[in-house]
């Protein structure tokens, strides 16, 4: 079968680092996707890997090991409206998302 | 701004009293989809539109149907909600291009009563 693993919930400090992580198994491999998604909202797209390496946007970065079936979304500088799930979601071969459960991140001050 | 509006955004029905949720989209894309998400899980893909090719998801129920008379628009109806079926409907779009980053609509809560 088909999985995306991320942890549940995290909770990280105003200002600090945190290291959201993503480890999937799917039929094929068409890139990786991060969503950000506030409550009671609409997912919201934040980076798509394709390449191994990392992919800097911002404060929020994202990397993929395509060998290791790994990502992370690395968000530096917390700021309060960061607190979301964020969602990994995998195309498979068949141009189809498998999505993740998402993390819930809480920020606090 | 192009953009994908969902209507209504909070939709109330009773047991087994059908609803339509509407999606509308100005991004002239191909691929528009509908999927189910309930509290803290992963969105369910319930089916999608590659132009006007149907593509239902194995374990969509038959309760749920879905119309798309042009590019634009895309409906979601459920013949007889039930209590299971209270969650948020998303509908996206996609350009069918090899990033296909899908663009979501705000959404639709349903709840069932």
């Known amino acids: 079968g088909q999985n995306i693993d991320q942890p549940t919930e995290m909770t990280a400090t105003e200002g600090a680092i945190v290291q959201i992580n993503c480890t999937y198994q799917?039929?094929?491999?068409?890139?990786l996707f991060w969503y950000q998604q506030h409550a009671g909202e609409a997912p919201t797209f934040l980076s798509y890997?394709?390449l191994d390496g990392l992919e800097e946007k911002g404060r929020f970065s994202s990397f993929l090991s395509r060998s290791k079936g790994y990502s992370y979304l690395l968000l530096k500088e917390l700021q309060m409206k960061d607190s979301a799930s964020y969602l990994c979601a995998v195309m498979d071969s068949n141009y189809q998302l498998i999505w993740g459960a998402g993390t819930k991140l809480i920020i606090k001050p | 701004d192009a953009m994908v509006i969902q209507n209504p955004r909070y939709q109330v029905t009773q047991f087994g009293k059908p609803v339509t949720l509407s999606c509308s989209q100005t991004l002239n894309h191909n691929v528009m989809y509908w999927y189910q998400q309930k509290s803290s899980q992963a969105p369910k893909l319930l089916f999608h539109?590659?132009?006007?090719?149907?593509?239902n998801e194995a374990d969509t129920p038959d309760n749920f149907q879905s119309r798309r008379p042009n590019t634009s628009f895309c409906f979601l109806d459920i013949r007889s909600p039930g209590l299971g079926d209270a969650a948020m409907y998303l509908c996206?779009?996609?350009?069918?291009?090899?990033?296909?980053?899908?663009?979501f609509g705000a959404g639709s809560r349903l709840t069932v009563l």
């Open positions: 890997n394709v």
């Open positions: 799917t039929s094929g491999f068409n890139g």
């Open positions: 539109y590659y132009d006007k090719d149907f593509n």
């Open positions: 996206a779009t996609g350009g069918g291009n090899g990033a296909n980053v899908l663009t």
